[in-house]
């Protein structure tokens, strides 16, 4: 009797293994799962590429799943791509589009979900990513601040994009210029303490045609702001007004130290061009 007992045993042990040891376990080391967006930073209305490569060494692939979705201007999520493809053997080189709507919020990361599954019934996934972002345009050239202790402006506002004087409000003076009282150009800004505006600077070698909202966004959160920048002939730097979300982009194209009059002791002035995004 036990004789039989044990046989039965191993009979189902067998089957057993026939049919759960037949299906290989899921195995990510099996499937090669590549995603790619052709543009990190693409223009509200411009169409980002997809890109999807799948190879798997084990099971035939059968189906392909993307999925995006994003923040429009009224906050509120929205799918932008789910799109589904089949395929049929152990590799798939594909494509698919991404239409960056009008509506969508800038500086916001998309991140764009691809999902295959092979014959086996095994599932993977991988997400790549792009941002929406708005392109810079000059809000205004030419402006000039002075010695602050000068008879002319020695402070601006980048909000307005105009110049401050002394007695203005401090809430209002995003740059101030630091020179000291009958001293040389200090060559550096200061942002009012009441203005909450903060800098990073980017230096003389910065591509300004590599501009954009999200670039300049991203600056602030991988990078110090400071509320001081020194600032020399072709230098960038970026200002976050306020505290709140509006960047905009300093470029420094003069430097005049000894501009004033001869009996002057407050001499200097600065030229630059202001850039923010629309």
Known sequence: MKLKIL????????????????????????????VSTNKEYPQLGDTVTVSVKIVNTIADIASIKVEANAIDTNEASMTILNESATASGLTYDGTFQL?????????????????????????FDKTASTTPAAKAYIARKDNVMYHQFSQSPGFYDLVETVERYRSDPGTTKDLMDRSEQDKSLSKSFEANKQTG???????????????????????????NPSTIVSVAVESKFLAKLRGGDEIALVHITEIDPNYGGATDLNKGKYVFDIYKFQ
């Open 7 to 34: 046989t039965l045993t191993a009979v189902l042990a067998l089957f057993a293994c026939v049919f759960s040891c037949g299906k290989k376990e899921p195995d990510k080391s099996d499937t090669t799962l590549t």
């Open 197 to 223: 505006t903060t800098f990073v600077d980017l230096g003389v070698d910065f591509d300004l045609k590599t501009l954009n909202s999200a670039m300049a966004a991203k600056q602030f959160t991988t990078r």
């Open 99 to 123: 239409i960056i709507t009008k509506n969508l919020k800038v500086n916001q990361q998309i991140d764009v979900k691809v999902t295959t599954t092979d014959a086996q019934g095994n599932s």
